[in-house]
T-cell receptor, first 114, second 111 residues
Framework: EAQVTQNPRYLITVTGKKLTVTCSQN?????MSWYRQDPGLGLRQIYYSMNVEVTDKGDVPEGYKVSRKEKRNFPLILESPSPNQTSLYFC?????????????FGPGTRLTVT | DAKTTQPNSMESNEEEPVHLPCNHSTISGTDYIHWYRQLPSQGPEYVIHGLTSNVNNRMASLAIAEDRKSSTLILHRATLRDAAVYYC????????????FGKGTKLTVNP
């Protein structure tokens, strides 16, 4: 089954403790991206990747890192999480760039930073 | 950056058509317009996308204005399962791979 998976689905952590949220897709997609969703602000793009080793900033990249060493995986790294990063995170993938193809979204990761 | 504007909320009755508008006056001439929806407690899901001409699929229709500065998502017969937040999405600017989401329209469907 074609899908985007995220782990963990729920995470409660403390300020400053490094964490990684994994994202994996099994569709051989080139384009992957991370979003955060906050009440009243909708979905905002954090980072995106056009292919292996090619990443770029979205609208709200501060406090986040990403890497794309393999085509299927696009982990989101929070080196020193802070409470303002408490949010619902979505990973998405698309066949290619140019926003020509539909995006497939993962189920979401709810992160709470205390 | 390209920007999209959508009404915050709309309401419809079951079995009736729904027209969800989106303004995108700064759209680039080569950019597709995408629509996604998000049901409660789920990730966004693809609905439809188009470039210039109107598009139809099993979920909805997309009517794109001739000048491409606005578009309308049409649900032909709303059901209770269509209650969701609908997002109109563009690329940030021509050639960019950054995506811009509107705030979305929360659609309520009354039985």
């Amino acid at each position: 089954e074609a899908q985007v998976t995220q782990n963990p689905r729920y995470l409660i952590t403390v300020t400053g403790k490094k964490l990684t949220v994994t994202c994996s897709q099994n569709m051989n997609h080139e384009y992957m991206s991370w979003y955060r969703q906050d009440p009243g602000l909708g979905l905002r793009q954090i980072y995106y990747s056009m292919n292996v080793e090619v990443t770029d900033k979205g609208d709200v990249p501060e406090g986040y890192k990403v890497s794309r060493k393999e085509k299927r995986n696009f982990p989101l790294i929070l080196e020193s999480p802070s409470p303002n990063q408490t949010s619902l995170y979505f990973c998405a993938s698309s066949l290619s760039t140019g926003f020509i193809y539909e995006q497939y979204f993962g189920p979401g990761t709810r992160l709470t930073v205390t | 950056d390209a920007k999209t504007t959508q009404p915050n909320s709309m309401e419809s009755n079951e079995e009736e058509p729904v027209h969800l508008p989106c303004n995108h006056s700064t759209i680039s001439g080569t950019d597709y317009i995408h629509w996604y929806r998000q049901l409660p407690s789920q990730g966004p899901e693809y609905v439809i996308h188009g470039l210039t001409s109107n598009v139809n699929n099993r979920m909805a229709s997309l009517a794109i204005a001739e000048d491409r500065k606005s578009s309308t998502l049409i649900l032909h017969r709303a059901t209770l399962r269509d209650a969701a937040v609908y997002y109109c999405i563009l690329r940030a600017q021509g050639g960019s791979e950054k995506l811009v989401f509107g705030k979305g329209t929360k659609l309520t469907v009354n039985p």
